[in-house]
Nanobody, 126 residues
Framework: QVQLVESGGGLVQPGGSLNLSCAASGGTFDYYAIGWFRQAPGKEREGVGC????????YYTDSVKGRFTISRDNAKNTAYLQMNSLKPEDTAVYYCATDRAHWSGCRTIATFYIHWGQGTQVTVST
């Protein structure tokens, strides 16, 4: 069973950057797409973006497009979420997850993901 551990969260000022990591163990990391999600207090979990198993086709939701970059290094069993130009509304707990199926693309609907990390807090504030 795949286990995921996110890291790299913290407190950053508006306009700043953070690079989150998602380290995987216990499974075939390079077989599945990775999704990134976030959940702010009092709000539902939302998809941020995803990357397919081979790492050549990332996808971003409109709210982060142009500011966030998703990548993965299958040799290191790690995925990344580079976040630039952060805004206060990006404040949330960020999660990575593995798709429950093997296919060529990726998607940002949480119900399609089976293994989740514990999350890492990102706070954007002055």
């Amino acid at each position: 069973q795949v286990q995921l551990v996110e890291s790299g969260g913290g407190l950053v000022q508006p306009g700043g950057s953070l690079n989150l990591s998602c380290a995987a163990s216990g499974g075939t990391f390079d077989y599945y797409a990775i999704g990134w999600f976030r959940q702010a207090p009092g709000k539902e979990r939302e998809g941020v973006g995803c990357i397919n198993s081979s790492g050549d086709t990332p996808y971003y939701t409109d709210s982060v497009k142009g500011r966030f970059t998703i990548s993965r290094d299958n040799a290191k069993n790690t995925a990344y979420l580079q976040m630039n130009s952060l805004k206060p509304e990006d404040t949330a707990v960020y999660y990575c997850a593995t798709d429950r199926a093997h296919w060529s693309g990726c998607r940002t609907i949480a119900t399609f993901y089976i293994h989740w990390g514990q999350g890492t807090q990102v706070t954007v504030s002055t």
